[in-house]
């Protein structure tokens, strides 16, 4: 015990008390902002590989978006990446940056099933699917269950079996090897149900998207409930997604 209390002195806390205030330290990209200033909209769109830039007006779609950051750097006064990580939403409309807007990406709470808060407002327990992943998602997932971010104390957890889940979390672009598994695993998860999308290759296919070797027909038969952007995406914004999506928002007078 008294071993305990002087690591705990020397070392302090070893998590994050507030996930929903933290600041990444070092560097991190997140919600951009576009300013109106004029620039060669041609060779700014041509710059980025997976045509996540569009123009008339300048526009960033964070669910293509690899967050390589070369688009700022070229580009320095008309994009800015925030450190803001606050950007899951349920509507895939939302995670369209637009030039002259320094708006929030946020999870619409209109949107959100009735079922999602009565049931799974205070556990929620999720079988992940790596759909031919990269591994870079599911790093971080399994970050956000570490000792730091420790995502298990608000009820959110990954569970071995889809029988014992409430919803399925996909990562990677969904191979064709992988439409299969990915529909038999949805299936077996007993109603009411989620499906959660994380990172840029699970959100659009990211620079695999036009392979034929994808095949992302399930996304077509279901409504996703919440689009978690990154590439990878980062445990706070992972955390503060499914918050957001599981919490009642408190009203704002």
Known sequence: MLDNIKILYHQGKQFIPNVTTAEVPGIFRGRPIISLEKVNEAELQELCPVNAISINPVSIDLGKCTFCGECAMRFPNKIRFTKDYKISTNERTSLIVKE??????????????????????????????????????????????????????????????PRHADGIVITGPISENMAEPLQICYDAVPEPKIIVLVGTDAISGGITGNSPAVDRSFLNKYPID????????????IINGFLDLTRKRKSKK
């Open 226 to 237: 919440l689009y978690i952007p990154g590439n990878p995406a980062h445990p706070l914004t």
């Open 100 to 161: 002259g807007e320094d708006k929030l990406v946020e999870v619409n709470p209109e949107m959100v099933r009735k079922e999602i808060h009565k049931v799974f407002g205070r556990s929620l327990k999720l079988r992940q699917v790596s759909a031919a992943g990269d591994n870079s998602c599911e790093w971080e997932l399994n970050a956000a269950n570490n000792v730091q971010f420790d995502m298990g104390r608000f009820g959110i957890e990954f569970v071995a079996s």
